[in-house]
């Protein structure tokens, strides 16, 4: 039995996305935990099965620090008494910067040692349909993707763009498959990984003057789901994960 647990940022949105994802390809939730710190969704289909957990802590370099000190074994942790073979971490990327949160980053890079998934500079990349870059700080950036949406009525005013996303995921995911593919010049979705490590640390974030700067907006979350299902086995699987997911919108 193959065993994922993903631990993702906050208790809203990368939660309410994966729980859309996961519902899409027929995963059912079978148990639910709150209280202890930590909320806790067990999901199952067939002979895999996904523990789903938002982190205790806001910030990524933070919770890789939770995971250096439980020795990169989270389970116990997490309370999941069954053995579990991938790990991801799923976070942003907009705060987090120095050398200590590099080698955190480069030491957590295979799934089953734990892999790290960054939404750069914030999980809200996946509605960006421009492709934006040095916008600015992540909340000015939010708000650019949302005008933006709303001009190409994609987006009424005063929704969220979480809504838009939920609403969108899989077409989103798609989107974002093929353009990390041509940038990373890979169609090998682990490769994307391990190639937005290295444009993090292109970024340029200066609190104290107002300076943001992210040489690409990516996001990898996609990776997460690849590997559940066994996608990421085979070399060249970028046109395998869109065949995957467009069998869910045809």
């Known amino acids: 039995m193959s065993r994922a647990l993903i631990i993702v940022e906050g208790e809203s949105t990368e939660l309410l996305i994966f729980k859309k994802v996961f519902k899409l390809l027929d995963f059912k939730i079978v148990e639910e935990t709150r209280g202890s710190n930590f909320e806790k969704y ?26 250096d000190k ?10 999941i008494k069954e053995e579990v073979a ?41 509605a960006d349909n421009k492709f934006y870059e040095h916008i600015g700080a992540p909340r000015l950036y939010k708000e650019k993707v949302r ?8 987006v009424r005013h005063g929704e969220r763009l979480i809504n838009y996303i ?19 010049n890979s169609s090998d979705v682990m ?12 970024n340029t974030i200066d609190a104290d003057q107002s300076i943001y700067e992210y040489k690409y907006l990516v996001t990898v979350v996609y990776v997460a789901v690849a590997c559940v299902l066994s996608l990421t086995r085979y070399k060249d699987n970028t046109n395998l994960i869109i065949n995957e997911l467009k069998n869910l919108i045809e």
């Open 191 to 202: 490769e994307h990984v391990i190639e937005s490590y290295k444009l993090l640390k292109d």
């Open 86 to 126: 991938l790990n991801f971490i799923v976070y942003d990327g907009d705060a987090n910067v120095g050398e200590e949160f590099h080698n955190l980053l480069n030491k957590f890079n295979t799934p089953e040692d734990g892999m790290v998934l960054i939404s750069n500079p914030c999980i809200e990349v996946l």
């Open 147 to 154: 005008q933006q949406l709303i001009e190409d009525k994609l």
């Open 42 to 67: 067990k999901l199952t289909k067939d002979k895999k099965v996904v523990y789903l957990i938002p982190g205790e802590k806001t910030e990524l370099l933070a919770m890789l620090r939770v995971f």
């Open 70 to 79: 439980n020795s990169m074994d989270l389970s116990l942790h997490y309370k």
């Open 166 to 184: 939920i609403e969108n995921i899989i077409k989103l995911f798609i989107k974002h498959i093929e353009r990390n593919e041509i940038i990373f």
